[in-house]
């Protein structure tokens, strides 16, 4: 079938997901699995049915459950990512002196507040990595950091690899700690806010200059 508007209507009074919306759907039930079960939950199967597709379809997409973990693992990088760093996500030319810190620490607490377990597999994954950089999130992360230690706005000495994954754990393993789960939304703000404000506070009195 030719692509055009024409043709994605009839697919829709057809009641058929087109490919890219299938893909997403899979990844969306995926998401929901590694929340909910960890790496471990993760198979084609289940994440087809939670998908409301046959099985069939799922491996057309995802021919292995190893491509299944990294494509999900990948998703929620791209998520964090997007939500993190919004429309500078992939601008590889962003102004490292003109990023403020402390929004940024903002958006990644109030991301880990909303989204705990997902968080902590992306954690233990990134970090059990041969080739961290591979990662979305933790080479744009990395990158900006490394980039942000060579301004006058930085102490000297940082190391930047050792600062991320102290910035990063601390972030991911803090709703954990709090209780994520149980806060209601005015609580996960002011857990956020909590952590976002003390990193900041060690920051301005360690790795940048007030």
């Not at 494509?71 to 500078?88: P, Q």
């Not at 607490?109 to 233990?124: E, T």
Request: with cysteine; aromatic share 6%; hydrophobic share 45%.
């Amino acid at each position: 079938m030719r692509d055009g508007e024409g043709a994605v209507r009839t697919v829709a009074r057809r009641g058929i997901r087109n490919p890219q919306s299938t893909r997403e759907a899979i990844l969306d039930a995926a998401r929901g699995i590694l929340a909910g079960e960890g790496i471990e939950g993760l198979s084609v199967s289940a994440v087809a049915e939670a998908a409301n597709v046959n099985r069939g379809t799922a491996y057309m997409h995802f021919e292995s459950r190893e491509a299944l973990v990294a494509e999900t693992i990948a998703s929620v990088s791209e998520i964090l990512l997007r939500s993190v760093y919004g429309e500078d996500a992939w601008n590889d030319d962003i102004d490292v002196e003109a990023i403020d810190h402390t929004e940024l620490t903002g958006r990644i607490a109030s991301f880990a507040m909303d989204n705990p377990d997902l968080c902590k597999v992306w954690l233990l994954q990134v970090i059990a990595s041969s080739n961290p950089s591979a990662d979305a999130f933790w080479r744009k992360f990395l990158t900006c950091l490394q980039g942000f230690v060579k301004t006058p706005r930085a102490q000297q000495d940082v190391d930047a690899e050792v600062l991320s994954v102290l910035v990063l754990a601390g972030s991911f393993l803090w709703p954990i700690w709090s209780h994520a789960g149980s806060l209601d939304e005015a609580g996960k703000r002011a857990a956020a806010q909590r952590f976002s404000r003390e990193l900041t506070r060690l920051s301005a009195h360690g790795s940048m200059r007030p």
